[in-house]
């Protein structure tokens, strides 16, 4: 049974940082890409980052470029994102996901079928 577990938000002004972390057990880790979405209230739920099983590509949603950075410990089984310079938009629940098919990066939401929990993150301005 793969298992996604989310921590590491909360309240953060604007222009301060966050690191969001997702631990994910049930299977080799390392064989797996790994995503980042989010859904802020009113809207539906939409693409932060993605990154591929080695940690070697990376994408990102035009919104978050240059501010997050998604990244992967496999020996912690956790994915990482960075969240810097952020902004009251970025308020949304954040949600890793991870895909069945081993070696693939999914680029829509459909090629996700595990799902964390999710984890608050509100921005004040």
């Known amino acids: 049974q793969v298992q996604l577990v989310e921590s590491g938000g909360g309240l953060m002004q604007a222009g301060g940082s966050l690191r969001l972390s997702c631990v994910a057990s049930?299977?080799?880790?390392?064989?797996?890409?790994m995503g980042w979405f989010r859904q802020a209230p009113g809207k539906e739920r939409e693409f932060v980052a993605r990154?591929?099983?080695?940690?070697?590509?990376?994408f990102y949603a035009d919104s978050v470029k240059g501010r997050f950075t998604i990244s992967r410990d496999n020996a912690k089984n956790t994915v990482y994102l960075q969240m810097n310079s952020l902004k009251p938009e970025d308020t949304a629940v954040y949600y890793c996901?991870?895909?069945?098919?081993?070696?693939?990066?999914?680029?829509?939401?459909?090629?996700?079928?595990?799902w964390g929990q999710g984890t608050q993150v509100t921005v004040s301005s």
């Open positions: 990154i591929s099983w080695s940690g070697e590509n990376t």
């Open positions: 996901a991870a895909p069945s098919v081993a070696y693939s990066l999914p680029a829509t939401q459909n090629g996700y079928t595990y």
């Open positions: 049930g299977r080799t880790f390392s064989m797996y890409g």
